[in-house]
């Protein structure tokens, strides 16, 4: 595609599209003769503007003397010709401020979604690690009620789940002490795929094997990590409300539909998973998604992770209109230092 383009239809693009990001207006050919960067007259620019339409770069909306960028125009852009440069000082410090080693998994995605969402206005989103990739740490128990247990299990990333369990036979507070103890020694670093597992081949060998305490605590663990948790749940979206203040959903009808799309929760999650299989950051513009249609939609996102495993991705969601040059970089950014924080935690 690189070859299509001259250094001339290369700096008309990057105007239309930095001129389209600002105004949210078509482009001609007049508004860009005014630009110091173009000493050529508003006629050549216009057959360059025509020569960009032809390629599929630019279209005109409607009746329109002016072009507005394609799927394929902003592509070209963000691949070629962007811009890019290190968050301001002042992003980075906040950005750093916000995410505290000492947090529990959740809130350390919870602050990250949200200071996204504030540096960019777009709506940001996190994937959260699925929970049988966790790698065990420790198990505790609570007795709810008589028949009744709550099981805390805590991951090495600071990954916590909770699951009330009912259990039928008579187990002391004391029992659930010593079976706490018992796991956690058993299942240490263990993912909890394994963990499972691991269980169950401690529950096939020979009831001589162990006494009544042990079958107790084999019996809670199996029924604690048997976990089933929606795929879903694991796709958190915070500044939805963003998208009101974009021209592009002014139409009452057009945010439905958004708002539709937005509740396909399952759709975004298949995208943001080919992010952490790439374990790089991708920029999904319009069709390329599957998840909005042209023209609609685009979705930054960079995977984050401790240095065994990548854990889930987080990123942003905005109309294709969006600064490219400052929301690449603060997406980027913001996984670098959530991968730093679980990495050291």
Do not use: C, W
């Not at 396909?264 to 319009?286: C, N, T, W, Y």
Request: a negative charge; charged letters at 30%.
């Amino acid at each position: 595609m690189s070859e299509e383009l001259g250094e001339r239809e290369r700096e008309v693009l990057r105007a239309v599209v930095q001129e389209y990001i600002t105004t949210g207006g078509p482009v001609g050919s007049h508004q860009l003769s005014r630009k110091a960067e173009f000493d050529v007259s508003s006629a050549t620019l216009r057959n360059v503007l025509a020569d960009l339409e032809e390629l599929g770069f630019l279209e005109k909306p409607h009746t329109s003397a002016g072009r507005v960028p394609t799927d394929r125009g902003y592509r070209f852009y963000v691949d070629t010709l962007v811009r890019l440069k290190d968050p301001a000082p002042k992003d980075r410090e906040l950005i750093h401020a916000g995410l505290v080693q000492d947090s529990k998994l959740e809130d350390i995605l919870g602050e990250a979604s949200r200071i996204l969402h504030s540096l960019t206005r777009h709506a940001s989103v996190v994937i959260t690690p699925r929970l049988e990739a966790a790698v065990f740490q420790r198990i505790e128990f609570v007795r709810l009620r008589e028949n009744r247990i709550l099981a805390v299990l805590v991951g090495l990333n600071g990954q916590v789940q909770n699951k009330a369990i009912t259990v039928d036979f008579p187990v002391t507070s004391d029992e659930l002490l010593k079976a706490s103890n018992y796991l956690s020694e058993l299942l240490r670093e263990v993912p909890l795929e394994e963990a499972r597992e691991r269980i169950r081949q401690e529950m096939d060998q020979e009831q001589a094997l162990y006494n009544a305490l042990t079958a107790k605590a084999l019996k809670l663990g199996a029924a604690a990590t048997d976990l089933q948790t929606p795929e879903s749940e694991r796709v958190r979206i915070e500044g939805t409300g963003s998208f009101l203040e974009q021209p592009e959903f002014a139409d009452v009808e057009r945010m439905r539909a958004l708002f539709r799309t937005l509740d396909e929760k399952h759709k975004l999650l298949q995208l943001l998973d080919r992010v952490q299989r790439a374990r790089e950051m991708q920029i999904f513009i319009g069709a390329e998604s599957a998840f909005s249609a042209p023209g609609e939609l685009t979705v930054i996102a960079s995977p984050y992770g401790s240095r065994e495993q990548v854990l889930g991705s987080v990123g942003v969601i905005g109309p294709t209109r969006m600064n490219y040059q400052r929301v690449i970089p603060l997406v980027n950014f913001t996984a670098q230092v959530l991968s730093r924080v679980l990495d050291q935690g």
